[in-house]
């Protein structure tokens, strides 16, 4: 019945449009067909499919598209984006995108630092399947868990746990628009990563499309592909449908604050001493550091850092003072400088909402801020001495947007083993930095000159940063990574170790030998997916 009524839909369009003989036999057409043959999809073309002459193509792939950089006219544009309007409708797509010989991009909330989820560089056609239709969120307080749909935004996901408990919470990213499905695919750390580790290390259970389009959950996808989806990336092993999390504690009072300090405030003396502490103090106490550039204050036209103190405490003020007094009283943190509240309005306060801002803007969905952007990462094990902080002072103080962020460990991040999830940077990890750089003009030499700043920046801090391998973060996807000159650009394999070193440690050999079994003929692939062992 249902796929009777969607031929007759095919016919119509195909009538339709015969007489300007466009679509009959292009991919999109096909893909739809295929679609509706595979699945109940009984509905128009145009309720789920968008193709680069529709009108509304560029406003659902610019949607969630996060960097600006990867929606730049040179940047390769797919056939067609799919909206699933049902999960059997993702099985269809995996199904079709085999059947047609397409490339298949996922996306959930739109984030990826490269655009992976929404531009191909290999060369051959592609569809993006944009699961934003997918959204479902069921929270039970009896069993103290959750689950969701890929496309919800953690924000949705925090905003559904905190409508029916005050005290339950869940430990993922910071930035509210992420997509729960590709977010929780690198690790998802936030807030809470001291007390109770990342999100991976508070996923219980999982739906999951593979590389046959057979929809598995934990008990028949096996411990080995569950192991490889917390943390191994995104869209390596399948495509995530929902996630089932486990709910954590939080108190009803938290405790946030946020203290400036400039250079000439004495900054590096200070960020010298918190990476002394940072990563030892209580563990309910997440102090990340937000450094850049700012104008000096009583003198124009100077430029100067700003390392801003950016925190959540899991208890109320008077602990808070208690402990950072006695910790790190190098701060001079004060009464006037610490705001009570509850956690669900510290998420706000840290995704950087206004004051009062009410929760419900979760609801939405929608990011605070776009830009164009390229980022890296690094792990510190040392703490880095105050000559290393000057020098790179001087260096953010030449660039016209430059950001840092410092994000402590220790805690119950140094409790879980390296190999316990695909996630290898737990003990012996004081802090890490993200770099950025930012901007805001669709220019390809500007773009150029941001991205040099930024690799010689990276240079810069090899002597301060994780050796062999120098980790980075899967979740800030690097695509200069294993680009350089000493690796045998020849060979795919070799290149991809030395992401995948760095990106997994020696959880990169176990991911190899997953993906071989679960995903043989490598379907889900792209441009740093997990390869298959040759
Ligand atoms: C502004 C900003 C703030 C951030 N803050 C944090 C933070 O606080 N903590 C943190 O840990 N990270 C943070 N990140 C990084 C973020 O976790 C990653 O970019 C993450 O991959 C985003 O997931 P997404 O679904 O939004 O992105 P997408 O771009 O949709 O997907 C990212 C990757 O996962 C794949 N993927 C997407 N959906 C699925 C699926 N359903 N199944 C399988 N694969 C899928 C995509 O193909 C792509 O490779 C931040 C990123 C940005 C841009
Ligand atoms: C989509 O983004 C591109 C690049 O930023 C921009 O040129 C275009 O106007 C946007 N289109 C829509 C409909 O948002
Ligand atoms: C901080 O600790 C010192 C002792 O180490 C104490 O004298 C002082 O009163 C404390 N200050 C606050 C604000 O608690
Ligand atoms: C980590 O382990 C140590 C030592 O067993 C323990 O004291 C501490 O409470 C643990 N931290 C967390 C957050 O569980
Ligand atoms: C890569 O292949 C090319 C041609 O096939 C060859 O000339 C070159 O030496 C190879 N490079 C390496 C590093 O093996
Ligand atoms: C996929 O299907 C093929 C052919 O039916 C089968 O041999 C293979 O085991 C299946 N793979 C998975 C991961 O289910």
């Known amino acids: ?8 839909v095919t016919l119509i369009i195909i009538l339709l449009w015969s007489s300007s003989s466009v679509l009959s036999d292009t991919i999109p057409e096909k893909f739809y067909q295929c679609i509706c043959k595979n699945s109940d999809f009984s509905d128009s073309f145009s309720t789920a499919f968008y193709t680069p002459n529709d009108a509304s193509f560029n406003t659902i792939l610019n949607s969630t598209a996060q960097n600006l950089r990867c929606l730049m006219p040179s940047v390769p544009k797919p056939e067609l984006i799919f909206t699933p309007l049902t999960e059997p409708h993702v099985q269809a797509s995996v199904i079709c995108a085999k059947q047609l010989n397409l490339q298949l991009r996922v996306r959930s909330g739109g984030h990826d630092y490269e655009g992976i989820s ?15 239709k997918l959204r479902g969120i069921e929270v039970n307080i009896e069993e103290n868990s959750a689950w969701a749909q890929a496309g919800a935004t953690v924000g949705e996901v925090y905003y559904r746990i905190s409508e029916k ?3 339950l919470g869940f430990p993922a990213g910071l930035c509210t628009s992420l997509g729960i499905g590709g977010h929780i695919t690198g690790g998802a750390y936030g807030s809470m990563m001291r007390k109770f580790g990342l999100g991976v290390d508070n996923v219980i259970d999982a739906h999951i499309v593979n590389a046959n389009g057979t929809i598995l959950d934990r008990q028949s996808m096996g411990e080995d592909l569950f192991w490889a989806i917390r943390g191994g990336g995104g869209a390596s092993f399948g495509i995530i449908l929902s996630w089932k999390m486990k709910l954590v504690t939080v108190p009803s009072i938290v405790t946030v604050f946020t203290v400036p300090k400039t250079l000439e405030d004495g900054a590096t003396k200070i960020l010298y001493k918190w990476q002394q502490v940072a990563d030892k103090i209580d563990d309910g106490l997440f102090m990340r550091v937000v450094i850049n550039v700012v104008d000096k204050k009583d003198v124009k036209g100077e430029r100067t850092v700003q390392t801003a103190y950016n925190s959540l405490f899991l208890g109320n003020a008077e602990t808070l003072l208690r402990i950072m007094n006695e910790s790190f ?3 001079g943190l004060t009464q006037k400088d610490v705001t009570e509240m509850s956690w669900i309005e510290s998420i706000l306060y840290i995704a950087g909402y206004a004051n009062n801002t009410p929760p419900e803007v979760l609801l939405q969905g929608k990011s605070l801020f776009k830009n164009y952007f390229k980022a890296k990462s690094d792990f510190i094990k040392e703490p880095i001495p105050e000559t290393g902080l000057e020098g790179l002072w001087k260096r953010l103080l030449e ?25 290898p940077h737990r003990k012996g990890v004081i802090f ?6 930012l901007w805001n003009q669709p220019d390809q030499e500007l773009a150029t000159k941001h991205v040099d700043w ?7 801090m090899t002597s301060y940063a994780s050796m062999y391998p120098r980790e980075a973060y899967v979740n800030y996807r690097d695509l200069d990574l294993g680009m350089n000159k000493n690796v045998n650009r020849n060979s795919s394999f070799a290149q991809a170790s ?4 760095k990106y997994f440690k020696n959880n990169f050999n176990r991911l190899v030998q997953i993906k071989t079994i679960v995903d043989p003929e490598n379907f889900f692939k792209h441009e740093q997916s997990i390869p298959v062992k040759g």
């Open 329 to 331: 009283p190098e701060l």
């Open 498 to 501: 030395v992401w995948g070193n």
């Open 165 to 167: 408990s005050k005290t």
């Open 432 to 437: 890490k930095i993200q770099y950025l750089t």
């Open 118 to 132: 929404y531009i191909s560089e290999m060369g051959s056609p592609f569809v993006i399947v944009d699961l934003l």
């Open 399 to 423: 660039e016209d947007s430059p950001l840092m962020i410092w994000n402590p460990y220790g805690g119950m991040m140094a409790n879980i083993s390296e190999s316990d999830t695909p996630f």
């Open 454 to 460: 930024i690799r010689k920046l990276y240079n810069y």
């Open 1 to 8: 019945m249902a796929s009777s009524n969607c031929i007759m």
